[in-house]
């Protein structure tokens, strides 16, 4: 049977597509349900955050709740080609949540609940619909229970059902793991059109399997959240240096020491030994009042630099001297070039909504609608220094006109039950190329930044790097096999078990739409 399925990936029934379109359509509008069904406005369905791919789907259905998805989603059963793909806000890169022809089911049109409930296991958690934003989960937590989730992506306007469907990291990671590791419960609708709870003790096996399944297993529909107490302010503080050397090893050092120990936030990032105010020192002050001294840099510094980035949570009642210690205490034993440090305090609300203002710029200037041909990685300890050579100081030495992430994670943060893949080491750093292709003559064009990717990828394959994506796209079999390693033949199983139609998630272009036989 996992032979059989095998034979179905990037299968195409084109002619099946041609014939039953309209049977579809007219099918479609008897479907009962308590939501609508968009023939005519699905032109936003067919793009997403990328702007690299568009495929037009033959409806967006605006479902009402998890019973609506699960008509949906039987109907395509019934049929020869349908697909049905769930949308959150539609920041996924390569058209991951597109449906070419298929149903689109517009998940922030769902029943997204966020209650506080009270406790689980002496914990208190939130049940969140899977099309909710985690920016209206932190603000109805914060605001009225004094509460937050314990792991963050760094931008929030993303659907809870999105990211455990990758995994969701931040600068938190590294403490309490990525968000698939801090959820307890799940409903999901599967690819059979089942209405599903699933826990660690019930249904564990899906439970396991939609957590970091790319979609491929069933739709998030609720998700239970674990709680703790919210901060009221946060000391964000940005530190340079000129080797990587020095930036890893401080930077694991923060991730590997127990909490009290550390700072409560680690990230960081790398930037271009220059002035270009998008890739190079402009980009490191915290505030519009600060100035970055560029006389304090080494002669002997290369061509990028690295910024370790960190935050610690306080309370209102703590005195500032007291807050001053134990920055003092932690920066202290850090190699950063002294006077090249940078710091501000500011509500724990707006730390974690940073990148919501970076938005509204982006968006006022007009690139946050212009293509992104972003790549996000992970990469073995025991490679980056190779990978910094190569990669940042060669392919990426005049920057990628946006962020450029880096920062380590610990593999024992991550439950290997999920159907997330990682490098094997115990410490592997994320990064992430955060690219934006403004629309101006004098940048390069998307499809450059997307061959440039593809550039870094042979790298890492013919150094022989030890990596995996993350947020992954591959267009071939074999690649995806390559992806999984060991862990393909049980990622092919949970399918045959919770999707064997191939009914979910066509955009990842991991399984095509057949039946099965007789």
Not at 299 to 316: D, I, K, T
């Amino acid at each position: 049977m996992i032979a059989y399925l095998e034979r179905l990936v990037h299968e195409n029934d084109t002619e099946s597509i041609q014939n039953d379109n309209e049977d579809n359509a007219s099918v479609c509008k008897g479907l009962d349900l308590q939501g609508s069904i968009d023939y005519g406005s699905t032109g936003f369905a067919a793009k997403d955050f990328g702007g690299i791919q568009s495929h037009k789907p033959l409806a967006v259905v605006r479902a009402a709740d998890a019973d609506d998805i699960a008509r949906v989603v039987k109907f395509a059963s019934r049929s020869t080609n349908l697909t049905v793909a769930a949308r959150g806000n539609g920041h996924s890169i390569n058209g991951q949540a597109m449906a070419d022809r298929g149903l689109v089911v517009d998940m922030r049109s769902t029943d997204n609940i966020i209650e506080v409930k009270g406790f689980y296991g002496g914990s208190t958690y939130v049940d969140v619909g899977g099309g909710a934003l985690w920016e209206e989960v932190l603000k109805r937590c914060v605001l009225e229970f004094d509460l937050a989730p314990r792991s963050w992506t760094d931008y929030l306007d993303l659907t809870v059902g999105g990211t455990l469907s990758n995994a969701g990291v931040s600068g938190q990671t590294f403490r309490y793991g990525p968000q698939t590791s801090n959820v307890t419960e799940l409903e999901v609708v599967t690819g059979k059109g089942d209405i599903v709870v699933c826990s660690e003790t019930q249904n564990y096996e899906l439970f396991f399997s939609v957590l970091g399944g790319l979609g491929q297993f069933g739709i998030i529909t609720r998700a239970r959240v674990m709680l703790q107490p919210a901060p009221d302010m946060v000391r964000w503080i940005r530190m340079v240096y000129t080797e990587f050397d020095e930036f890893a090893k401080d930077a694991e050092s923060l991730v590997t020491q127990s909490e009290g120990d550390s700072f409560d936030y680690v990230e960081g990032f790398v930037f271009v030994n220059s002035d270009d105010p998008v890739n190079g020192w402009p980009s490191v002050p915290l505030d519009p009042d600060q100035s970055f001294d560029s006389t304090r840099i080494p002669r002997s510094a290369g061509p990028v630099l690295y910024c370790l980035e960190v935050a610690l949570h306080y309370r209102n009642v703590d005195q500032p001297s007291t807050v001053d210690m134990a920055v003092d205490r932690l920066v202290g034993r850090l190699r950063f070039i002294e006077e090249l440090r940078f710091q501000v305090d500011l509500s724990y609300m707006g730390f974690l909504l940073r990148v919501k203002h970076a938005e509204q710029e982006a968006k006022a200037s007009g690139i946050w609608d212009a293509p992104h041909p972003w790549l996000n990685m992970f990469v073995s300890k025991k490679d980056m220094a190779s990978f910094d050579r190569l990669v940042f100081k060669e392919i990426l030495k005049h920057g990628v006109g946006g962020p450029m992430l880096v920062y380590p994670l610990l593999r024992s943060k991550w439950d290997n039950r999920t159907s997330v893949v990682l490098p094997d080491d115990d410490i592997f750093y994320i990064v992430a190329l955060l690219r934006f292709s403004p629309p101006h003559p004098e940048r390069p064009p998307a499809k450059e930044l997307v061959a440039q990717n593809g550039e870094i990828i042979k790298c890492c394959i013919e150094n022989g790097f030890d990596f995996k994506l993350y947020l992954p796209h591959y267009t071939t079999e074999e690649e995806w096999k390559q992806h999984f390693g060991n862990q393909w033949t049980t990622f092919v199983e949970r399918k045959l078990s919770f999707d064997p139609m191939a009914i979910l998630a066509p955009g990842q272009k991991i399984f095509s739409r057949t039946r099965l036989p007789q």
